[in-house]
């Protein structure tokens, strides 16, 4: 039996606890995060919520693969983005695309754009609409007769694997599940692991340039890029596979990190690795900040390349049920498929003892031989909490709590006037607008020259005013982050909702290339207007 996904929410439907539930839980977030929740609160119906009349008529021609009912429409109206939960939870779907199309080849694709082009439709891919940035809305303005919400998951095959090199040749619309299901079989993995893991599709990561599982080294789905197919409007490209080139700019490049805006990615060769027979893994305890901010600097900087090396403040730590004595935590993990991990394991945790780190469980290595421990320590609740924490806020929403996150790098030298800047005025902001509210830091990935923070927070909201008082929150987190040289995302993509702050991070002259690099390829300009770019007028 298939699990249904919830049309407002984050996830599988079930997976939405129950009103008992949720008053318990309200009790825990006074107890934790300092102020009071609401009562809770039912979501609107998928029956009862606001649609307005399809614009567009069927094609004959693509009566195949497209769809105006109502439950498609709805479920391709919105990411997972806060503003996106707050909508659907009171049945606002007023922006909800005319058609749906789930393209089964390349082909039909091709004859999507061809048709949309001709009346023009505006044409948003979908994914595994997981966005959190306005990237899939349909939300739209110019002389467009439609929308239409381009979902590419009947794409989903890993249609060769080349195990000699270590690439396979994935359809884009597979998620991660299915496409490591496909690889397994060859005892094989990409081992790119976002938080929106379960839903999100690999067309999805490429369009976005989302972040993964490696906390260094591998940190973007751009590094395991080989070549790329997209169909534009104006023809089809593929990009040579090859493992490097110095022939001028990377063409892989211009539709990384495009949403869409260039051209449907329809398939990707990916490099693969076999999966890892050697682990290690410790957390390490402490009381300074600024010293556990300078010990995952160094460990960066030695090259030591662990796949994992988040630094989570006391709030995060405690939010999340690592801790709860008001240490920060820096979770390091190493693994390889060729050789044991001990030694760079060891060598990280001298530097963090250095800086008066401590490790009181020690560090835990598994090889091929081992059965892996089944312990619960603190890496092992992080993780938990990381793929549960969007169903979380799916109750929080319920309980009319603004619960939301953002996130950006830096270089180190600007990392602590930016973190000060970022929580200072956060602080002042929530105490504005909502009269309370907690704010947490984690490092999701760094680099020699800097780290990537992600910010989560939480403040109680006024019914029926959640989003201007979350625009305000969101406003100041942007601001302060840019004031400071930090860029506007490091790996959730622009979207429609950071547009603002990406036009004043990208440099003019790139702006105004980009813009004729759109026209070139999508002459019609249907290709998700308003993302990256201001729509033609």
Request: include cysteine; proline fraction near 6%.
């Amino acid at each position: 039996m298939t699990r249904r996904l919830s049309h407002w929410g984050w996830g599988y439907a079930d997976r939405f606890t129950d009103r008992e539930g949720r008053a318990q839980f309200a009790q825990m977030v006074e107890q934790m995060l300092g102020f009071a929740a609401l009562s809770p609160e039912e979501p609107v119906s998928l029956e009862a919520a606001t649609l307005a009349q399809s614009r567009l008529a069927i094609a004959p021609a693509l009566s195949a693969i497209l769809s105006d009912a109502r439950e498609e429409r709805i479920t391709h109206t919105y990411g997972k983005a806060y503003r996106d939960l707050v909508r659907g939870f009171y049945g606002d779907f007023g922006s909800a695309p005319d058609l749906v199309a789930r393209p089964r080849n390349e082909t039909e694709v091709v004859d999507l754009l061809d048709w949309a082009s001709a009346e023009r439709v505006a044409v948003i891919p979908f994914g595994g609409g997981t966005s959190v940035v306005g990237g899939v809305e349909p939300a739209v303005e110019g002389d467009f007769s439609g929308t239409l919400s381009l979902d590419m998951r009947a794409m989903g095959r890993v249609l060769e694997v080349d195990p000699i090199s270590r690439a396979a040749r994935i359809e884009a619309g597979a998620t991660g599940p299915e496409l490591e299901r496909q690889l397994e079989v060859y005892g094989l993995s990409l081992r790119h692991y976002p938080q929106s893991f379960e839903f999100s599709t690999l067309g999805g990561w490429l369009a976005t340039r989302a972040g993964g599982h490696f906390a260094t080294v591998y940190t973007h789905i751009d590094d395991f890029v080989e070549s790329m197919r997209i169909i534009t409007p104006s023809g089809l490209v593929q990009t040579p596979r090859l493992p490097a080139s110095g022939a001028g700019p990377s063409p892989d490049r211009l539709w990384l990190g495009s949403e869409g805006a260039l051209g449907i990615i329809t398939e990707a060769w990916m490099r693969i690795r076999p999966r890892p027979l050697f682990r290690a893994r410790a957390n390490v305890l402490f009381s300074d900040y600024a010293r556990a901010v300078e010990a995952t600097r160094r460990i960066a900087q030695a090259y030591l390349h662990p796949s994992n090396c988040r630094l989570l403040d006391k709030r995060e730590a405690m939010l999340n049920a690592v801790v709860f004595d008001g240490s920060h935590v820096l979770l390091l993990g190493f693994e390889s498929a060729e050789y044991p991990q001990d030694q760079s394991m060891t060598h990280a945790l001298e530097l963090c003892l250095e800086l008066g780190g401590r490790c009181p469980d020690g560090a835990i290595f598994e090889d091929h031989s081992s059965t892996p421990t089944a312990t619960r320590d603190a890496g092992s609740r992080w993780r938990q909490a990381f793929f549960d924490a969007p169903y979380l806020q799916n109750n929080m929403v319920s309980l009319g709590v603004i619960a939301d996150t953002f996130e950006t790098a830096c270089t180190w030298d600007r990392f602590e006037a930016m973190h000060a800047h970022i929580i200072g005025s956060l602080k002042e902001a929530m105490k504005r607008v909502c009269k309370a509210g907690m704010i947490t830091c984690r490092f999701t990935h760094v680099y020699p020259d800097g780290p990537a923070p992600y910010y989560t927070f939480v403040a109680p909201a006024v019914r029926g005013s959640e989003l201007s008082q979350w625009a305000e929150l969101k406003a100041a987190a942007c601001e302060a982050l840019q004031a400071e040289g930090g860029t506007i995302t490091h790996h959730h993509a622009v979207g429609r909702l950071h547009r603002p702050w990406y036009e004043n991070e990208r440099p003019e002259l790139f702006a105004s290339a980009l813009g004729a690099v759109k026209r070139e390829l999508d002459p019609a300009g249907i290709l998700n207007p308003g993302v990256l770019l201001a729509e033609r007028r």
